[in-house]
């Protein structure tokens, strides 16, 4: 009862709870909460107070790992760490739950960390089948050994082509002529990272000690998930034990490093960002319920966080932390100091004016989608392209390949799947339309009814021209041609005021509209706002 | 009541009752008094007058007796015994036997009871022969009885009231078959109540009633003295064709009054624009899931947008080590092909970024409210573009608190007093938050808000911190309007459009 309340405040929601399932949603900057223990080390001090632990506990090994020089250029990042005597459970249901807790929590840094492996990926090996010392060679695509998963040698080319995991990541080995392989004393492949793992290393219920090896592009990301999955295993009771690696550049160093990261923070920011000058106690308090440590310090603040905290990147972030540490609810209040006048967009007088003169013409407004295809913009209307159409490259429909040019052929459609209602029906749009890759402002009226002729358009154009305030004697009314546009032959009008075109208009012709299979009389007609905006000018300024 | 408010057929009704106010008035004796040929004209004049409590009204039930099926081809055709009657006084004696009764065009069906009923009459069968009485007077009595019998059939044409009827010849008629049927009927009576005697029957004269007033009638005094028809309050009407804005222009015209109130000027963008501005500039990493195919729409045309050098590599150094900003970065390698493809923008933030971009040392409160673009299948609850509301704040001392305090005050002025912020995420705000407000009572996320990250305002150099904040507009059209099925917004039934509240 009390986490389903509180644990929302550490910026976790709670999407689902019975009497024995949590499920809880976990930000994608959080990927050290993705699994039950590595949660359950943030919620301890977060909401039952207890002392943080932002360091993981690692006693020293004999066991190490060489890294060839080769890998530089193929997988430069490479860390291990030997877990052992992990406490796996005492019924068989329990060990089960455990090795799908560590394979999802895996699966899950792949995704997170990992993004598809590129970054990051894990392996998590049977230590009591492999024979120490190890090392990381690479290989030509040749090379064969017995994946996991398989009961057969296979070639690394037949993997990448055959094996299911294979075909998913053969993509991140694109262009490398060699591959990395992780190899035990005995030659025996634990694993070709990113890859698969090999047959004899695979964990099994009975499994108490780990082997556990990280390769990728990112150290940081590295780093992360080397260090959550041993949280999760000492969790378990499991001992971390440091595993020496020669890396392929640089000193010999042990992974996985057990002290926690230090931050600075300068106290300055924290009271830009928040608001007031939190005292040393508050900041104390709010930074250990996230799980870190305050040192103090006057004009920066110094901190030790959890080195798998992968989401500080900035002292920013140390920042939210402190916010939430300390509650989102008890953040104080603040108001904007400068004076300022709010300003509409120009064009958005015009779009009133338009939509009410519409809806005096009694059309009721509708709203259509921006995207739209050629037959729909160009083929079925006759208009021919204005300037650069926008085209998608990953369509998902065939409807649905470009943005529109003219609003019309939405209500043509609209009209369309209207057509089991009664007569009349009439509606307008008014909205953005791209040409030339640019938004531009568009209305456009169409009116389905028995009487729908030229006569009854002409008045509505007439109507727009005069409640926009149109000086009469500027406006021109131009018969269009037969075929441009979707206008029966000798009752379509293109209108421009000083010479500049504004709009058209018409009755529709029933060869357009059968291309919507509509059979009724229609009329309609379509303004540029852009144009009538330059061509009429306010009536009030 | 006043008798002002009397009907013409209840006027009429009045006024002939009062010329004999101490009768009991028969329907009959209204229709004809009134010279009306429709009884449901004065039983609806009646039922006007005694509901005005000027007449009483006496209703009486009864049975009504007329003709069943048997008894109309009875009535035309001749009873079945008289028939038979009439065919065996016309027989030679020799020929009165029941075979004779069939050649004669008696049905099968007939002979049977027919014969029971001669018998019932006097006649005997007597060595297969059918035998009339012998006695004059008995054969006279038959005679009558035929012809009582048929009488009583006539009388029932238009039908008779029980109480009106001989009873043994209604016994008798009630024990065959389909002759006679009855019916409930009810006779009503009417006689002037002392209210009804009071009335002035100078008012009972009847008015010219009128149901539509035309341009001669107004011009004229006609109207003057003239009465106008009532009309039933409660029959509906056609709806009368109508204009209106559509709940998303009306949604969107309320927050934008709500910001202009607030002190902030609109902004706006274009849908086209690049991976750069949409993304990279908001620290959005190049191998973030949401930038892959599957969630944007990438461009054809234009499959790639030009971006000055200097900010592809102020971007380069912000993403892969975080510039001169504090921060880590992300590491990897920065594209800046990735950087210029060509996509629909996914949110409208990347007009705030555009604005910021121009205008870096300025305060400003600025907003925007315009479409956005996912690469989404259409389904009930999904559409690939839908409309996203954004405003910020950049001052000195814009700070958590101030964004709090303001998005507060910006979900009062919508109509909703509760608020309350929770932690969130978004990759390109630090501190972030979720903005939940009590709607009819339960707390609903609308909205999220946050500091852009130094990483995002840094490069544009911005003097102050930015405090932002946005929402969806679709999830709140659809709990205002109730809808389940977000399509209905887009690609609208234009019978629900029309018959959605002015929002």
């Known amino acids: 009862m009390r986490l389903s309340v509180e644990l929302p405040l550490l910026g976790t929601d709670i999407s689902h709870c019975d009497s024995n399932t949590f499920e809880v949603e976990i930000f994608p900057d959080r990927p050290d909460l993705l699994c039950a223990e590595t949660l359950a080390h943030a919620i301890r001090p977060f909401i039952h107070g207890e002392e943080p632990q932002p360091n993981l506990e690692v006693i020293d090994g004999d066991i190490t790992l060489a890294v060839d020089a080769s890998l530089a250029e193929v997988r430069p990042v490479i860390l291990a760490a030997v877990v052992r005597g992990v406490d796996v459970g005492q019924t068989e249901e329990q060990r089960q739950q455990f090795i799908k807790g560590l394979m999802e929590h895996q699966e899950k840094l792949h995704f997170a960390l990992g993004r598809g492996r590129r970054r990051a990926s894990i392996g998590v090996h049977d230590l009591s089948a492999l024979a120490p010392p190890f090392r990381v060679i690479t290989v030509a695509r040749d090379y064969s050994f017995i994946p996991l998963a398989a009961t057969e040698e296979m070639s690394i080319e037949e993997i990448l082509k055959e094996h299911p995991k294979g075909i998913d990541y053969a993509h991140l080995l694109d262009g490398m002529e060699t591959v990395p392989v992780i190899l035990d004393a005995n030659d025996a492949v634990l694993s070709f990272p990113p890859i698969i793992n090999g047959e004899h290393t695979t964990v099994s219920e009975n499994t108490t000690d780990f082997f556990i090896d990280v390769t990728g592009w990112d150290e940081r990301a590295c780093v992360a998930c080397l260090q959550l999955i041993c949280l999760q295993l000492s969790a378990r009771g499991g001992v971390v034990e440091a595993v020496r690696i020669n890396p392929c550049s640089g000193e010999e160093f042990s992974a996985p490093d057990p002290a926690p990261l230090n931050h600075e923070v300068s106290r300055s920011l924290v009271k830009d960002i928040l608001g007031w000058d939190f005292t040393d106690d508050q900041i104390g308090t709010a930074i250990s319920r996230m799980g870190g440590k305050f040192l103090g310090g006057d004009e920066f603040l110094h901190f030790l966080m959890p080195r798998w905290r992968f989401d500080i990147l900035h002292p920013i972030d140390i920042i939210e932390d402190l916010a939430i540490g300390h509650g989102y609810d008890d953040l104080g209040s603040s108001q904007p100091e400068i004076s300022m006048a709010g300003q509409a967009r120009p064009e958005s007088m015009l779009g009133r004016r338009v939509r009410e003169c519409m809806q005096g013409l009694g059309l009721q407004q509708v709203q259509s989608l921006t995207l739209s295809n050629e037959a729909d913009q160009f083929t079925k209307v006759r208009w021919l392209p204005q300037g650069e159409p926008t085209i998608i490259a990953n369509p998902i429909t065939n409807e649905h390949t470009m943005l529109r040019q003219s609003i019309l052929p939405s209500l043509l459609r609209l009209i369309a799947s209207n057509r089991h209602h009664e ?3 009439c509606i307008y749009e008014s909205g953005y339309c791209v040409r030339d890759h640019k938004n531009t402002t568009r209305a456009a009226w169409l009116v389905a009814d028995h009487k729908a002729g030229f006569a009854k358009a002409r008045g509505f154009a007439q109507i727009l021209l005069r409640d926009l305030g149109a000086e009469m004697a500027t406006v021109t009314w131009e018969a269009l041609e037969a075929g ?12 421009k005021i000083d010479g500049r075109i504004v709009g058209e208009f018409g009755e529709v012709d029933p060869s357009v509209s059968e291309k919507f299979e509509l059979s009724v009389p229609m009329h309609g007609g379509e303004f540029d706002l852009k144009a009538l905006r330059t061509a009429i000018p306010d009536p009030v300024i | 009541m006043g008798e002002s408010a009397l009907s013409n057929p209840e006027r009429r009704m009045l006024a002939a009752l009062l010329g004999n106010p101490d009768q009991d008035w028969s329907l009959d004796e209204v229709l004809s008094a009134c010279s009306w040929h429709d009884q449901a004209q004065a039983v609806g004049a009646g039922q006007g007058l005694a509901d005005a409590g000027l007449v009483s009204l006496n209703e009486q039930a009864s049975a009504v ?3 069943g099926i048997e008894g109309e081809r009875a009535h035309a055709d001749g009873l079945l015994e008289a028939r038979l009657w009439n065919w065996l006084v016309s027989q030679p004696e020799s020929e009165r036997g029941m075979g004779d009764l069939n050649s004669a065009g008696f049905k099968r069906h007939e002979t049977g009871p027919g014969v029971g009923l001669l018998k019932g009459l006097g006649v005997k069968i007597i060595a297969g022969s059918l035998t009339l009485p012998e006695d004059a007077s008995e054969f006279s009595g038959v005679a009558d009885i035929l012809s009582a019998r048929g009488d009583f059939l006539a009388s029932l044409v238009e039908g008779m009231s029980e109480e009106s009827l001989d009873s043994s010849m209604l016994a008798h008629f009630k024990g065959r078959k389909d002759l006679i049927v009855s019916s409930e009927s009810v006779s009503r009576t009417w006689k002037v109540t002392e209210a009804g005697m009071a009335v002035d029957s100078s008012t009972l004269v009847e ?26 309050v409660n029959l509906e009407s056609a709806n009368p064709m109508t204009g209106k804005a559509h709940p998303m222009q009306a949604l969107i015209e309320r927050i934008g009054a709500i910001f202009l109130e607030m002190g902030f000027t609109e902004i706006s963008g274009d849908y086209v624009t690049s991976a750069g501005w949409n993304m990279d500039a908001l620290f959005i990493p190049q191998d973030h899931p949401a930038r892959e195919m599957q969630d944007t729409f990438y461009l054809d045309n234009p499959a790639s947008i030009d971006i000055a050098d200097e900010q592809l590599k102020s971007w380069q150094e912000i993403h892969e080590h975080g510039g001169d900003t504090g921060s ?8 800046p092909e990735i950087a210029q493809r060509g996509l629909l923008r996914t949110h409208t933030t990347v007009n705030t970024i555009r604005h910021l971009a121009k205008n870096p040392k300025e305060p400003c409160r600025v907003f925007s409210v315009g479409r956005v673009f996912r690469k989404e299948s259409i389904d009930r609850t999904h559409l690939p573009e839908f409309h996203q509301i954004e405003g910020i704040i950049m001052e000195p001392g814009a700070c958590l608190p101030m964004l709090v305090t303001t998005l507060k005050t910006f979900y009062a002025k919508m109509g909703y007093p509760e608020v309350r912020v929770r932690p969130a995420y978004f990759p390109y705000t630090e501190p972030s938050l979720e903005v939940e407000i009590k709607w009819r009572g339960e707390w609903l996320e609308l909205g999220g808000a946050g500091i852009f990250r130094p990483e995002v305002t840094e490069p544009l150099g911005c003097s102050a911190p930015v405090c932002a904040w946005g929402m969806g507009l679709e999830r709140l059209a659809m709990l205002v309007l109730d809808l389940d099925d977000i399509r209905q917004l887009y690609i609208s039934d234009l019978e629900w459009l029309r018959a959605q509240p002015i929002l």
């Open chain 1, 484 to 495: 441009q546009g979707p206008w029966l032959a000798g009752r379509g009008a293109r209108i």
């Open chain 2, 65 to 67: 007796w007329t003709l």
């Open chain 2, 207 to 232: 008015a010219t009633q009128i149901a539509d007033i035309t341009p001669e009638l107004l011009q004229g005094d006609g109207w003057r003295n003239a009465e106008f028809k009532p009309y039933d």
């Open chain 2, 328 to 335: 880590l970065g992300w590491g990897g390698k920065f594209s």
């Open chain 1, 423 to 425: 007569l009349p029906q």
